[in-house]
């Protein structure tokens, strides 16, 4: 991941989105000029789904630029902003109040008007355009919250229903109602694909990330996995866990494993136009996947995919989109 910005970063990024979208002659104008501010936050942050997200069709991948914006800030509020824990939930809860009142008016330029914040003006217009189930944002936030105040998960299934369902299962519905199915009556498949990996990338983000999660005071392996090998409570500090939560994590990268197979198996469900960029998805974090669970250094080590890897899970045909895109024009 890219250096997060911080809060003047965003506070900036906020001013700036705003003063382009009131430059703009009509709605749909306004909506775009956020778009493209919201590519900036994508581009910034992720380089591997800003890479897969370029072999999507424009006004899709547009979509899916807001929908990574307006899950990307309340993630920083959370992780980085230098603020309390008390601000930290008062601001999720501002910024749910006013994700209530962006569904309560028709354009962007209203919302703009009313004081809500340019992401969400926009990603308003996502939800509502592409029939998102609004309760599905706010199953987000409340995931958000549970990263301000963490608790321990008691087993797998305990973890993916209690916490991923709302950090990243809810976002791969958000992106399933942007791509469409293949045909109508694929919808449910398509939505099983989302969930599935969905599962799969937060899996393999946690396996990446033990050590910044261990400083933020949050453990996502869960308990009855680390009992199993021995571990009453996680201490990536302690050599003595170092070998038995190296075969936690391989345990947990083969459960990822699993569910980028379940997500790959129903891919014809998603529309045609959609098929390169979630392909890739795919192969791009299985392969950061495979690294973890294959790592001899262990669970200090940050795993990445080189950018070399990444180009080959590409497709050959489209990559000529990518130099575009770093200059600002896909």
């Known amino acids: 991941m890219s250096a997060a910005w911080d809060e003047n970063s965003w506070r900036g990024f906020a001013g700036e989105t705003l003063r382009s979208a009131r430059q703009a002659s009509c709605d749909a104008q306004a909506w775009q000029a956020i778009a493209r501010h919201c590519r900036t936050v994508l581009r910034n942050y992720s380089t591997s789904f800003f890479l897969v997200t370029r072999f999507l069709p424009p006004v899709k991948r547009a979509q899916v630029e807001v929908i990574y914006a307006a899950v990307r800030y309340p993630d920083e509020i959370v992780d980085t902003f230098p603020i ?14 006013m994700y209530d009142r962006s569904l309560a008016v028709e354009s962007v330029r209203e919302a703009l008007a009313r004081n809500i914040n340019p992401i969400l003006a926009a990603f308003a217009q996502v939800v509502q355009t592409r029939g998102i189930p609004e309760e599905h944002y706010r199953s987000f936030l409340s995931a958000m919250r549970l990263d301000v ?20 299962t809810v976002v791969g519905y958000f992106l399933a109602f942007v ?10 498949r398509a939505l099983a694909s989302s969930r599935h990996l969905a599962i799969a ?7 990446r990330d033990v050590t910044e999660d261990q400083r933020r005071g949050r453990v996502y392996i869960p308990v009855d996995l680390l009992r199993a090998e021995g571990i009453d409570a996680l201490d990536i500090n ?12 391989r345990r947990m990268s083969a459960a990822a494993e ?23 998805c795919i192969e791009v974090y299985r392969q950061l996947n495979g690294r973890i669970g294959r790592s001899a250094e262990g669970v200090r080590h940050r795993e990445s995919v080189p950018m070399t890897t990444k180009f ?3 497709p050959i045909s489209k990559y000529w989109r990518l130099p575009l895109a770093y200059l600002g024009v896909l």
């Not at 990338?201 to 396996?207: A, G, P, Y």
């Open 84 to 97: 309390s824990h008390a601000e930290r939930l008062s601001r999720l809860d501002c910024w749910s109040e």
């Open 149 to 168: 105040e963490p608790r321990l998960f008691v087993s797998l299934d305990d973890l993916i229903e209690s916490y991923i369902y709302g950090s990243a």
């Open 179 to 188: 791509y469409g199915p293949s045909t109508p009556r694929d919808f449910d």
């Open 201 to 207: 990338l937060q899996l393999t983000n946690f396996l």
């Open 238 to 249: 302690d050599p003595a866990q170092l070998i038995p939560l190296d075969r936690v994590l």
């Open 258 to 280: 699993a569910y980028y197979g379940l997500a790959e198996a129903n891919l014809d469900a998603f529309s045609p136009d959609c098929h390169n960029a979630i392909r890739a």
């Open 312 to 314: 080959r899970v590409l």
